[in-house]
């Protein structure tokens, strides 16, 4: 079946350190890949996503590939900053779009 | 603003009682999610509806009930609630119009005392 697995947290780090969130997955053919973040008391929001093998989705610095040879969609920031503090999803969705994978979330602490 | 409204943002209750959480989707969705985040359970897939009809079930417990209406929003009716239940409950949508991406709703904080 399909299933993600990202990163355990939680994870700290200073102001402008590079950041890396793994995520892998299972899935039957090529999923569309997401990451979505979660501010302090808000909701899940969109931040990048990829729909085909090799695809890079970007947004607000942060970058992941979609590694097909490796069942990867790993998170990615050159410098992060403390408003980058926040839960971290990886997801997948089915072929079909219409089922949603999340993996369990990894929490993200960003010390001045 | 993700297009998807859900009220209300908070409530608390007490035990043994029963709350209904209503949720309108981004416009054109016809595919309404529910999940729960507690702090130990991290975000649980609980019903999915599409354009009325039960679609997928995940672990919804039998206390709870759903259901979409033909103007497309859906209700998530959590009844003889336990403290257990306390969490925060997402309603998300997806559609032709949505690019195959789920968009999730700010959330309704639900407290048992």
């Known amino acids: 079946g399909n299933s993600v697995t990202q990163m355990e947290g939680p994870v700290t780090l200073s102001e402008e350190a590079f950041l890396t969130i793994n995520c892998t997955y299972t899935?039957?053919?090529?999923?569309?890949l997401f990451w979505y973040v979660q501010y302090p008391g808000e909701g899940l929001q969109l931040l990048l996503k990829?729909?085909?093998?090799?695809d890079k989705g970007s947004n607000k610095g942060f970058e992941a590939t979609y590694r097909k040879e490796t069942t990867s969609f790993h998170l990615e920031k050159g410098s992060v900053q403390v408003s980058d503090s926040a839960v971290y999803f990886c997801a997948l969705s089915d072929l079909a779009g219409n089922q949603f994978y999340f993996g369990t979330g990894t929490s993200l602490t960003v010390i001045p | 603003d993700s297009g998807v409204t859900q009220t209300p943002k908070h409530l608390i209750t007490a035990t043994g009682q029963r709350v209904t959480l209503r949720c309108s989707p981004r416009s054109g969705d016809l595919s309404v999610y529910w999940y729960q985040q507690s702090l130990d359970q991290g975000l649980q897939f609980l019903i999915q509806y599409y354009n009325g009809e039960e679609r997928a079930k995940g672990n919804i417990l039998e206390r709870f009930s759903a259901q979409q209406f033909p103007d497309l929003h859906s209700e998530l009716n959590l009844s003889s609630l336990e403290l257990g239940d306390s969490a925060l409950y997402f309603c998300?949508?997806?559609?032709?119009?949505?690019?195959?991406?789920?968009?999730f709703g700010e959330g309704s904080w639900l407290t048992v005392v």
């Open positions: 899935a039957t053919g090529y999923p569309s």
């Open positions: 990829a729909t085909k093998a090799d």
């Open positions: 998300a949508s997806t559609g032709r119009n949505s690019g195959n991406t789920i968009y």
